[in-house]
């Protein structure tokens, strides 16, 4: 049987290697070694034209939003926090387009980090712009315990609570439409949204940068079936 056919999103900024420094579409390597590992066959897919969404989302068996900039907060109609991060318009754009293309047509659809909050600000939610205490340091992830909600999607694909790596400082604030909180970290943060009736999931933190291959392996095994 063929591996199911996974898109993960990229970056689109600059970047040196060997003799080049040249725009680039980014992804650490991570992201596409867990897709292979869960069994899954991962396609990059750089910013384009919002347009070629649908098209692009009908080529897939399964979406994964990957993480990076913090969203535009003019997507969610609030003002920019100091502390948010320079906008990423053209990838913002893109993958709010993906995220209603894979909603809209039933594509399983999991976002990390960045993900989650796109997909929490796609169905109408807001984000809080700045937290603390889930980074250890500029460029260094964090460790925190996430417990399950039981009874959701993420319950039954990891039922106990686990320690996760964790690299964000914004989260969800108001859910967006029909989202679900499915986990939770220790200070109350939000680290995980689901959609009833579909498989669509967000997780907050950074499952690429750890050994727990279960949400992957359950985004595979939807777009395998």
Do not use: F
């Not at 689109?12 to 596409?32: I, K, N, S």
């Not at 754009?93 to 997909?119: D, F, K, N, S, Y």
């Not at 169905?123 to 009874?151: C, D, I, N, R, S």
Request: some cysteine; glycine content about 12%.
């Amino acid at each position: 049987m063929a591996r199911p056919l996974i898109g993960v999103t990229t970056y689109l900024d600059t970047a040196r290697w060997g003799v080049w420094e040249l725009p680039a579409a980014l992804l650490p390597a991570a992201y596409p070694r867990l897709v292979q590992a869960a069994g899954g066959l991962a396609a990059l897919l750089p910013p384009d034209a919002p347009g070629a969404a649908a098209a692009t989302v009908a080529r897939l068996d399964a979406l994964v939003v990957a993480g990076g900039a913090d969203v535009d907060p003019a997507r969610y109609g609030a003002a920019r926090d100091p502390r948010t991060g320079r906008p990423a318009p053209e990838r913002d754009a893109w993958e709010l387009a993906l995220v209603g293309a894979a909603l809209a047509a039933g594509t399983p659809l999991l976002g990390i980090c960045r993900g989650m909050q796109l997909l929490n600000v796609a169905l109408g939610g807001t984000l809080v712009q700045h937290l603390e205490g889930h980074t250890a340091g500029v460029g260094v992830p964090g460790l925190h315990t996430v417990k399950p909600v039981p009874g959701t999607r993420y319950g039954a694909l990891v039922p106990e609570a686990v320690e996760v790596p964790t690299y964000h400082h914004q989260a969800v604030e108001r859910l967006g439409a029909g989202l679900v909180p499915s986990a939770y970290a220790e200070d109350g943060t939000v680290e995980a949204v689901e959609l009833p009736g579909a498989w669509a999931l967000g997780v907050q933190w950074h499952p690429e940068l750890g050994d727990d291959r279960r949400v992957m392996a359950g985004l595979v095994r939807a777009a395998a079936g």
